[in-house]
């Protein structure tokens, strides 16, 4: 259970359109599985930022655990999609890259800031796309990887918003997700 600790940030930003390189995926499953992957890889290269540049504890803490759940459940995502027969790109699309370099530029309590304010957002994403494969899925393996990983999302986005608590006490992150 604890590989989907992670996994609402794991679609972070994923709901965003597949590059158009990439053919569409006729499915909910295949969109779920493919923003689930992105989302995935973007985690473990924002996780390694954060815990390199996070101004505070916390929040290289958070980046040094999203990177880990991230590889861990990445397997459990490509192992289904090949069982699928459902290609993966191989990288972030182009509006997680583009908050990966705003990272990478980012310092100190503004990196903080972003970085919070961001998996807040990618776990507001992820819990409704979770909840569209459980609504809508066809795929008996999708809907029930999605279907675990929902009140995980839930319960990490509580933390998420803790920690944006204690980092912030300003912010107005709602604890009740």
């Known amino acids: 259970m604890r590989l989907f600790a992670v996994f609402g940030a794991a679609v972070m930003l994923a709901v965003a359109a597949v590059s158009p390189a990439q053919a569409r995926p006729v499915s909910a499953d295949a969109d779920f599985l493919i923003a689930a992957h992105q989302g995935n890889l973007a985690q473990m290269a924002a996780g390694k930022i954060a815990k390199h540049q996070g101004a505070t504890e916390p929040v290289r803490d958070l980046g040094r655990e999203l ?36 990272y990478r530029v980012a310092s100190g309590a503004d990196f903080d800031t972003l970085f919070l304010g961001s998996q807040l957002l990618a776990h507001e994403r992820a819990i409704k796309l979770a909840q569209v494969v459980i609504d809508t899925g066809t795929e008996p393996s999708v809907e029930k990887l999605a279907g675990k990983a929902l009140p995980v999302i839930q319960r990490h986005q509580q933390v998420i918003a803790a920690t944006q608590q204690k980092v912030d006490p300003a912010s107005k992150a709602d604890l009740a997700g």
Not at 84 to 95: G, K, M, Q, V
């Open 67 to 102: 990177a880990t759940y991230h590889r861990k459940l990445d397997v459990t995502v490509r192992r289904t999609a090949a069982r699928l027969d459902i290609r993966l790109p191989a990288e972030p699309n182009s509006e997680q890259q583009a908050l990966i370099e705003q």
